[in-house]
């Protein structure tokens, strides 16, 4: 017999589990070790059902949160003993994870010796062993040169810890102690969240609970339907390019056919490039967060984005291709390449269908990581580069948010203090400021990059890789707006001619004193340019955020 659900006890479940996700966030954030969680939050948390449907998430990395339903069903498929107290791990894509850094803890939830739900943990780790320190081996043409793999393992067996596997795992990380922080701060908070939920089935009745989930997800879905059923029917056909792959072979084509008949969509990737040699290519939980995000991006903002919100949606796509690789490939830049560009391609066919939802597009990943020994210290530092955000595409709304990230973040993604970036590691910071005029034009400007002169204050010299895209194509205008400016980035040194970092490059010499001259992205512009108002050009001018005569980019 079902359990009927007043709207009140819906939605009072509703937000007591949005608000256990955003509450095992704090948590994450006040204990995790490393700069990239603690200061960058590149981590998200949600709860998944048995039958690994995404119940809730927290507004943190989308790409993330989209591939979670798909390392559920690994776990589910994996383990059928699980039991209170055990704690799984992965990070394999070809076991249900995005790419290697990404690691992922699921805790799972019991009420009265009856498994319910999964608590979800997933954080970028600054480093997951390999050839190359930070996690990203752009020299990589095998997944075992990028990392280490964890299939579905349990790290603790009925609250017991497995020393000996956390041992093996800490031996392979670079940054041992930061590894064991932050995998603790992710168990601890998986496990925050698993004490909450058995409060509110205690408060509730698990019985109670259960239905209110149903009928949340069917509430996201018909809110959803609705929304879907007022765009144009038809098909459309929408195209993305990535630079290169670092390995000799340029514009790689991300290809979306989008058909759309009442309330169903379905985006069809089977005509991309085929898969490549290096790294930029997909996982197919990563794919399939790519062509989620883009969706969720076009419906109403309040909707949950859970499993009910997402049921219009049906994604095709072809193994052997670049959004969905075989076995063994590398594919460790996927969460930022080609997820930007399938986006992209999906957003650029919904323009014909929706044009008043989609967005320009958002600027591309470019990251750094520097190794390298702290002369205040003694001791070695790996430090990831998430300041000079790139700029966000407009859209109908207004001008897009300048220096607010990437689309597969969209904001979610921090850059932290300064101030106390410097403080932790050998950098300075010689300015950091919006680069003027890096926003594509249109009746609605793409948001700002950054321009930043960072110089290295090491006492020996330091190494740096490059991993991502976008020196060649600048996030694309969209309905006539044009395209924000690409990426430029520059190392410069007393003693040697000032050269051009390329995105995907190993073993980069960085010299006391050298200065990382990074320009980074503006967003696209949405509309046509002549359509912009008078005032909105005077105040872009006032502010100092487009270029005047001679003023350098």
């Given at each position: 017999m079902s359990t009927e659900i007043d709207p009140i006890t819906r939605s009072v479940v509703q937000h007591r589990l949005s608000s256990i996700v955003r509450e095992m966030g704090e948590a994450m954030l006040r204990t995790?070790?490393?700069?990239?969680?603690?200061?960058?939050?590149?981590?998200?948390?949600?709860?998944?059902?048995t039958r690994s449907r995404l119940i809730a998430q927290a507004d943190h990395i989308p790409v993330h949160v989209g591939a979670l339903p798909w390392a559920t069903r690994a776990v589910e498929q994996r383990f059928?003993?699980?039991?209170?107290g055990d704690v799984i791990l992965l990070n394999d894509p070809y076991h249900g994870g995005s790419h290697l850094p990404d690691l992922t803890a699921f805790v799972p939830v019991f009420d009265s010796g009856r498994r319910l739900l999964w608590t979800i943990v997933r954080a970028h780790q600054s480093d997951i062993g390999g050839a190359t320190h930070g996690a990203y081996n752009p020299a990589a043409t095998e997944i075992w040169q990028e990392g280490l793999r964890v299939p579905p393992i349990k790290l603790y067996e009925a609250g017991r810890l497995r020393d000996d596997l956390l041992d093996m795992l800490a031996l392979n990380i670079r940054n041992p102690r930061e590894f064991r922080g932050d995998l603790a701060a992710m168990v601890g908070a998986a496990h925050l969240g698993e004490r909450r939920l058995s409060h509110l089935f205690a408060e509730f009745g698990a019985t109670v609970v259960e239905a209110a989930v149903e009928t949340i997800l069917d509430t996201a879905e018909a809110r959803s339907r609705a929304v879907v059923s007022t765009w144009t029917d038809g098909v459309f056909h929408g195209e993305a390019f990535l630079d290169d792959d670092g390995h000799g072979r340029s514009d790689i084509r991300i290809a979306a056919k989008v058909t759309k008949m009442g309330s169903e969509i379905e985006v069809d990737l089977s005509d991309s490039d085929s898969q490549s040699t290096s790294f930029v290519n997909s996982s197919h939980a990563n794919m399939q967060?790519?062509?989620?995000?883009?969706?969720?991006?076009?419906?109403?903002?309040?909707?949950?984005?859970?499993?009910?919100?997402?049921?219009?949606?049906?994604?095709?796509a072809r193994q052997g291709t670049v959004v969905w690789a075989d076995p063994g490939r590398p594919v460790t830049l996927c969460t930022s390449h080609p997820s930007n560009e399938i986006v992209e391609a999906v957003i650029k066919a919904m323009s014909a269908c929706c044009p008043?939802?989609?967005?320009?597009?958002?600027?591309?990943?470019?990251?750094?990581?520097?190794?390298?020994?702290?002369?205040?210290?003694?001791?070695?530092?790996i430090w990831h580069m998430f300041q000079a955000r790139p700029g966000g595409g407009a859209s109908?709304?207004?001008?897009?948010?300048?220096?607010i990230g990437e689309w597969h973040s969209v904001g979610g993604i921090k850059f932290g203090s300064i101030e106390v970036a410097e403080a932790r590691f050998p950098l300075h910071f010689r300015h950091h400021e919006f680069r003027a005029g890096?926003?594509?034009?249109?009746?609605?400007?793409?948001?700002?990059?950054?321009?930043?002169?960072?110089?290295?204050?090491?006492?020996?010299?330091a190494r740096a890789n490059t991993a991502g895209d976008g020196v060649r194509y600048g996030p694309c205008g969209i309905l006539g707006g044009r395209d924000g400016i690409p990426h430029d980035y520059r190392l410069t040194s007393a003693d040697r001619p000032p050269r051009v970092l390329r995105t995907k490059e190993v073993?980069?010499?960085?010299?006391?004193g050298d200065c990382l001259e990074i320009r980074s992205s503006g967003g696209g512009g949405w509309g046509l340019a002549e359509k912009r108002s008078p005032q909105a050009r005077q105040r872009d001018l006032e502010q100092g955020l487009v270029r005047t005569t001679g003023q350098d980019a």
């Open positions: 995790s070790y490393s700069q990239i969680l603690n200061s960058s939050r590149d981590f998200s948390l949600a709860i998944c059902d059928n003993d699980v039991r209170p967060a790519a062509v989620a995000m883009a969706f969720a991006y076009l419906i109403e903002p309040d909707i949950p984005k859970n499993d009910g919100a997402l049921r219009p949606l049906k994604v095709i008043d939802r989609v967005m320009a597009g958002w600027g591309r990943r470019f990251r750094i990581a520097i190794q390298g020994e702290d002369p205040r210290t003694g001791r070695n530092f109908s709304g207004g001008d897009g948010w300048s220096s890096s926003g594509g034009d249109g009746q609605f400007r793409g948001g700002l990059g950054v321009a930043l002169d960072l110089v290295l204050e090491t006492a020996k010299p073993g980069i010499e960085l010299r006391p």
